[in-house]
T-cell receptor, first 112, second 111 residues
Framework: DAGITQSPRHKVTETGTPVTLRCHQTENHRYMYWYRQDPGHGLRLIHYSYGVKDTDKGEVSDGYSVSRSKTEDFLLTLESATSSQTSVYFC???????????FGQGTRLTVV | KNEVEQSPQNLTAQEGEFITINCSYSVGISALHWLQQHPGGGIVSLFMLSSGKKKHGRLIATINIQEKHSSLHITASHPRDSAVYICAAPPKNFGNEKLTFGTGTRLTIIP
């Protein structure tokens, strides 16, 4: 199995609180992605990183920020959680062209 | 318009039937990925292919680069094949580009 782990796997938080999700990889892959998955929408890109300290926004980035201070960790932060951010969050990694993509097991976040 | 389109969105079939799921893309790609997600589960990679055909057990993936089209076939389908199947198209040159997904095909195999 590829070395990619997400933490936490489940979280319930209150509206207005900050939340940080962690994606950790041991594959030394350059590219890391955060997606959210909601019924009827499939996987939607929140933010992605193409190198240490190199990040860019995806299609649903409002309300989210990311940081990547080292190759192995990509953090997703909800500065002030809202109920609309209740979702399942997936992290993905890929080494580059022609390499396989690997996914974390997902984090189920509930904002109450 | 999504750069990666899948069809059908939902598919229900009887056990034993031959299944085909299609993926069309409009972007230049380095390879196309087929992924599987069981209900409530994680996402696993089934295939990565940039040309021709690949086979793994009862699953077969094909790609036509010129037509920008890929298909995933399942032979002798089984209820355990019930899952969401997703195609993903990494950009050709990567750089600072993103990995684009189709919206998925929900497959239900009835015993």
């Amino acid at each position: 199995d590829a070395g990619i782990t997400q933490s936490p796997r489940h979280k319930v938080t209150e509206t207005g609180t900050p939340v940080t999700l962690r994606c950790h990889q041991t594959e030394n892959h350059r590219y890391m992605y955060w997606y959210r998955q909601d019924p009827g929408h499939g996987l939607r890109l929140i933010h992605y990183s193409y190198g240490v300290k190199d990040t860019d926004k995806g299609e649903v980035s409002d309300g989210y920020s990311v940081s990547r201070s080292k190759t192995e960790d990509f953090l997703l932060t909800l500065e002030s959680a809202t109920s609309s951010q209740t979702s399942v969050y997936f992290c993905a990694i890929i080494g580059g062209p022609g390499t396989e993509a690997f996914f974390g097991q997902g984090t189920r976040l509930t904002v109450v | 318009k999504n750069e990666v389109e899948q069809s059908p969105q939902n598919l229900t079939a009887q056990e034993g039937e031959f299944i085909t799921i299609n993926c069309s893309y409009s972007v230049g790609i380095s390879a196309l990925h087929w992924l599987q997600q069981h209900p409530g589960g994680g996402i696993v990679s089934l295939f990565m292919l940039s040309s021709g055909k690949k086979k793994h057990g009862r699953l077969i993936a094909t790609i036509n680069i010129q037509e920008k089209h890929s298909s995933l076939h399942i032979t002798a389908s089984h209820p355990r094949d019930s899952a969401v199947y997703i195609c993903a198209a990494p950009p050709k040159n990567f750089g600072n580009e993103k990995l684009t997904f189709g919206t998925g095909t929900r497959l239900t195999i009835i015993p």
